[in-house]
């Protein structure tokens, strides 16, 4: 096992210890043994510290020509790519995911910043036809400021790439708290952008609780922007103090996404997408597939298949590169997940037909592993059709139209992506249509958004922004109205003339 490391937070361009000289241990949820580094635990003065080296940064930082920070945001990725194994090793010892799903993870953050740089010689602004002759009007994107940016565990570098890039392009400057349970990897992206040149203060991490150093960062007059990925609860949370500060405020929470198989779908593809959208990442992907919604007349044979190939499914350590299903990331998580199955099997009439249990014995008992689990005949009102697990627990559905699978899939709070199988092109469109989600894809599984399309939710997923895409950049930007006359004379607007 390699060396624990001693990770500091990075302010103003240097590495510094917390203000309260207190630290915590990251271990890896497949091996407790295993004991990446330490972390500061910070408070209120080590986010004092890093706004103050943000806004000082923001002075010159906005006035670089957004080309030029796009040359250093893509030097940034190519950083990111030439480190991309180690930081891939790293981030599946701290979080747990196979190493295959790390490397996709840095991969996601390399291509976001390439986004990003491209959008330095893009930021359009618009040019419109004004009311008056000799005058000009034009709408410019302004920065915003110092952003905060507050983040999960369970895409360790890709949601802070998909924040810290495109605030970064459009002339902002950042402060990151990481999630306590991933913070090794945020450090490895201060690294990139430390050897890449940026200059002191633009990018600040400080690691530590969220009800510390997130809260600490959601009250400081001197951020501008909150943007959090996270759970619906502290979301909301946030977005209520955010709100009384009159701080804007992005929103990236649950989902509960489901995969609809149609009675004409090609059943082998659809297994597969089901396989890989429910158990990949142990289920904890915010996209990951929890319901599935099956045709009556291909259930049967569907299920047939799906335990079959769920059977072979190898779930262990996600260094070894043999492995598909790595541990869940913490023992809450895990207790979340065997809680969630207790409550499925004492409800109604659920079936349990595959999985259910922690699994245990020889390097098992050294991490949080749950066995991939699939209930079937789960009813839509149920709570495991309802709430989110976040774990390798599938809820199957039966349905005996497409009108009704579209109403299950609709059933629920959240509305963050989506799936139908079908080889039926009249009824992709109406699933494209109807369904109430941020996010459809048709003939694919829940999971696999790219950085250039709008990503988040609708209902109760968000709160209306989007990140990745061109999208993201009006929540890192505000509009300016600009108006130039040439005239040489007073024009009165129309109001003023009619
Ligand atoms: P979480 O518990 O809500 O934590 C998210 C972040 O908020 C962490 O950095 C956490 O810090 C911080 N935090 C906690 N309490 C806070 C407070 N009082 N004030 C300010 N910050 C606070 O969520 P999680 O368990 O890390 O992530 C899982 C959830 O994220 C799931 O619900 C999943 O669906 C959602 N998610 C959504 C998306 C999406 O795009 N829609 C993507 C990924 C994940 P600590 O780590 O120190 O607690």
Same mark, same amino acid.
């Given at each position: 096992?390699?060396?624990?490391?001693?990770?500091?937070?990075?302010?103003?361009?240097?590495?510094?210890?917390?203000?309260?000289?207190?630290?915590?241990?990251?271990?890896?949820?497949?091996?407790?043994?295993?004991?990446?580094?330490?972390?500061?635990?910070? &408070? %209120?003065? &080590?986010?004092?510290?890093?706004?103050?080296?943000?806004?000082?940064?923001?002075?010159?930082?906005?006035?670089?020509?957004?080309?030029?920070?796009?040359?250093?945001?893509?030097?940034?990725?190519?950083?990111?790519?030439?480190?991309?194994?180690?930081?891939?090793?790293?981030?599946?010892?701290?979080?747990?995911?196979?190493?295959?799903?790390?490397?996709?993870?840095?991969?996601?953050?390399?291509?976001?910043?390439?986004?990003?740089?491209?959008?330095?010689?893009?930021?359009?602004?618009?040019?419109?036809?004004?009311?008056?002759?000799?005058?000009?009007?034009?709408?410019?994107?302004?920065?915003?400021?110092?952003?905060?940016?507050?983040?999960?565990?369970?895409?360790?570098?890709?949601?802070?790439?998909?924040?810290?890039?495109?605030?970064?392009?459009?002339?902002?400057?950042?402060?990151?708290?990481?999630?306590?349970?991933?913070?090794?990897?945020?450090?490895?992206?201060?690294? /990139?952008?430390?050897?890449?040149?940026?200059?002191?203060?633009?990018?600040?991490?400080?690691?530590?609780?969220?009800?510390?150093?997130?809260?600490?960062?959601?009250?400081?007059?001197?951020?501008?922007?909150? #943007?959090?990925?996270?759970?619906?609860?502290?979301?909301?949370?946030?977005?209520?103090?955010?709100?009384?500060?009159?701080?804007?405020? #992005?929103?990236?929470?649950?989902?509960?996404?489901?995969?609809?198989?149609?009675?004409?779908?090609?059943?082998?593809?659809?297994?597969?997408?089901?396989?890989?959208?429910?158990?990949?990442?142990?289920?904890?992907?915010?996209?990951?597939?929890?319901?599935?919604?099956?045709?009556?007349?291909?259930? &049967?044979?569907?299920?047939?298949?799906?335990?079959?190939?769920?059977?072979?499914?190898?779930?262990?350590?996600?260094?070894?590169?043999?492995?598909?299903?790595?541990?869940?990331?913490?023992?809450?998580?895990?207790?979340?997940?065997?809680?969630?199955?207790? /409550?499925?099997?004492?409800?109604?009439?659920?079936?349990?037909?595959?999985?259910?249990?922690?699994?245990?014995?020889?390097?098992? &008992?050294?991490?949080?592993?749950?066995?991939?689990?699939?209930?079937?005949?789960?009813?839509?009102?149920?709570?495991?059709?309802?709430?989110?697990?976040?774990?390798? /627990?599938? %809820?199957?559905?039966?349905?005996? #139209?497409?009108?009704?699978?579209?109403?299950?899939?609709?059933?629920?709070?959240?509305?963050?992506?989506?799936?139908?199988?079908?080889?039926?092109?009249?009824?992709?469109?109406?699933?494209?249509?109807?369904?109430?989600?941020?996010?459809?894809?048709?003939?694919?599984?829940?999971?696999?958004?790219?950085?250039?399309?709008?990503?988040?939710?609708?209902?109760?997923?968000?709160?209306?922004?989007?990140? %990745?895409?061109?999208?993201?950049?009006?929540?890192?930007?505000?509009?300016?109205?600009?108006?130039?006359?040439?005239?040489?004379?007073?024009?009165? %607007?129309?109001?003023?003339?009619?």
């Amino acid at each position: 096992m390699p060396e624990p490391k001693h990770f500091k937070n990075y302010i103003g361009g240097q590495w510094v210890e917390s203000a309260t000289g207190e630290r915590y241990e990251n271990r890896n949820p497949a091996n407790t043994d295993d004991l990446i580094g330490t972390f500061c635990k910070s &408070d %209120a003065r &080590d986010v004092d510290a890093a706004v103050a080296a943000a806004a000082e940064a923001f002075k010159t930082w906005r006035l670089v020509p957004a080309p030029e920070r796009g040359l250093m945001i893509m030097k940034a990725s190519q950083i990111l790519a030439r480190r991309k194994e180690e930081v891939s090793q790293m981030m599946t010892r701290e979080m747990g995911k196979v190493i295959a799903e790390t490397r996709g993870d840095t991969q996601e953050a390399i291509d976001c910043g390439y986004y990003a740089a491209g959008e330095g010689r893009r930021l359009f602004g618009k040019h419109t036809p004004v009311e008056m002759p000799n005058k000009f009007g034009v709408a410019i994107r302004r920065p915003v400021g110092v952003c905060g940016m507050i983040t999960p565990w369970n895409f360790p570098i890709a949601i802070p790439s998909w924040k810290m890039f495109p605030a970064l392009i459009a002339g902002n400057t950042c402060v990151i708290k990481p999630a306590t349970l991933t913070p090794a990897s945020v450090a490895n992206f201060m690294e /990139v952008f430390e050897e890449a040149g940026f200059p002191p203060g633009v990018v600040n991490m400080v690691t530590g609780g969220g009800s510390v150093v997130g809260k600490a960062m959601v009250e400081h007059p001197g951020i501008n922007r909150i #943007s959090f990925t996270g759970s619906v609860e502290i979301g909301n949370l946030l977005g209520s103090q955010c709100a009384t500060a009159g701080k804007p405020f #992005s929103a990236e929470l649950g989902g509960k996404n489901g995969q609809i198989v149609m009675d004409d779908a090609n059943l082998e593809l659809a297994v597969e997408g089901a396989l890989w959208g429910a158990f990949g990442t142990t289920g904890q992907r915010c996209t990951a597939t929890s319901r599935l919604i099956l045709h009556e007349k291909i259930h &049967d044979e569907f299920m047939g298949m799906l335990l079959d190939r769920a059977k072979k499914l190898t779930v262990g350590n996600g260094l070894d590169e043999k492995n598909q299903v790595g541990p869940t990331v913490s023992e809450d998580q895990m207790k979340t997940d065997l809680y969630y199955i207790d /409550v499925a099997k004492n409800e109604d009439k659920s079936k349990l037909v595959f999985g259910g249990k922690r699994l245990t014995g020889g390097d098992y &008992d050294k991490g949080y592993f749950v066995e991939p689990t699939i209930f079937t005949e789960v009813t839509p009102k149920m709570r495991l059709a309802q709430e989110e697990v976040f774990g390798p /627990v599938l %809820a199957v559905l039966k349905v005996s #139209s497409f009108e009704e699978a579209i109403e299950v899939l609709n059933d629920t709070e959240f509305g963050l992506s989506s799936s139908i199988y079908t080889e039926n092109v009249n009824l992709a469109f109406k699933a494209i249509r109807d369904i109430e989600a941020g996010i459809t894809y048709v003939n694919g599984p829940t999971i696999g958004a790219e950085v250039h399309l709008p990503f988040g939710g609708v209902k109760g997923t968000g709160n209306g922004h989007r990140e %990745a895409g061109w999208t993201v950049l009006d929540f890192y930007t505000e509009w300016k109205s600009v108006y130039v006359e040439y005239s040489g004379k007073l024009q009165r %607007a129309q109001i003023d003339n009619k």
